[in-house]
């Protein structure tokens, strides 16, 4: 009887702007590397904005024996500017990178030289071979710029085809949305791993803000629900725990192969989770 394939569970940060927060963010990924996930990914901002608080973000975690992975958009940015940084990325030893297309800074009309993501994961297979491993992102509710359902499936095919080695959901809270995702992309001959992004609820109005920009669904009842506890933080998080901890096993249970947790920086709901979890 061959062993069960362990489970791929990552955690992902976004770079601190100040000393308080690499601090924070220290203590952090110190308490998250506890629980030996895969790898922690690291953010870059629009137009790379924050791509030296990345790196720097990245290297730490690697110096003390994790593996780390910086994202890298293109989005705004011409040919050499991702060369650059693809070349900054090899020259630190880095093999595992998250492909995005970004979002484009406010106050800039043009999009750059890469329209999609699947445009930038073709060319760092084109300029640097097999040197990386690349995840890139999924949308089981759509991405907001999607017309259809058939386009999203088309979309993500030319990421994969275009040499992409895994991928990372965006968060949601319906795992109907996601097992049926899943279905359409098999149906479509799209074999990599497809791990669920997974975001802990500790603040309402935050969640709801970030909800609203990325087209992820906020359930109805879970809505009325959250609402319903006004300023409770408490309450919120006991609630949250339950509904995230619930969509976790479930998705684990139905073959998911791993959980993409997106912390904000703050590690104790999502250990909580995995803890609830007993993994």
């Not at 973000?57 to 940084?85: F, K, M, W």
């Amino acid at each position: 009887m061959s062993a069960a394939p362990a489970l791929d569970f990552s955690f992902e940060f976004f770079p601190p702007r100040t000393p308080q927060g690499r601090e924070k963010l220290r203590a952090t990924w110190q308490q998250l590397a506890q629980l030996k996930p895969r790898f922690f990914s690291v953010t870059f901002g629009a137009g790379g904005s924050t791509r030296e608080g990345t790196l720097d973000t990245v290297l730490e975690i690697r110096a003390a024996g994790h593996e780390a992975a910086p994202h890298i958009s293109c989005v705004a940015s011409t040919r050499a500017d991702v060369a650059a940084q693809l070349e900054l990325y090899r020259k630190h030893g880095i093999r595992h990178i998250v492909a995005l297309r970004g979002d484009l800074p406010s106050g800039i009309a043009a999009s750059g030289e890469f329209r999609f993501a699947s445009e930038l994961v073709a060319y760092i297979r084109k300029t640097t071979g097999d040197w990386f491993q690349i995840e890139v992102a999924c949308y089981p509710e759509y991405h907001p710029q999607t017309r259809n359902a058939a386009d999203e499936i088309r979309n993500f095919k030319q990421k994969v085809d275009a040499g992409a080695n895994g991928a990372i959901t965006q968060y949601f809270y319906n795992p109907d949305a996601y097992f049926k995702f899943v279905d359409d992309c098999r149906a479509a001959d799209i074999a990599l791993p497809i791990v669920p992004g997974v975001m802990p609820i500790g603040n309402f109005s935050q969640l709801a803000r970030f909800s609203d920009a990325c087209g992820a669904e906020i359930p109805r009842w879970m809505r009325v629900k959250l609402e319903s506890y006004r300023d409770d933080s408490a309450s919120i998080r006991a609630f949250g725990l339950d509904v995230v901890t619930e969509l976790c096993d479930r998705l684990l249970t139905g073959g998911a192969p791993g959980l993409h947790f997106y912390t904000l920086n703050q590690a104790g709901l999502t250990s909580t989770i995995r803890q609830r979890l007993g993994l």
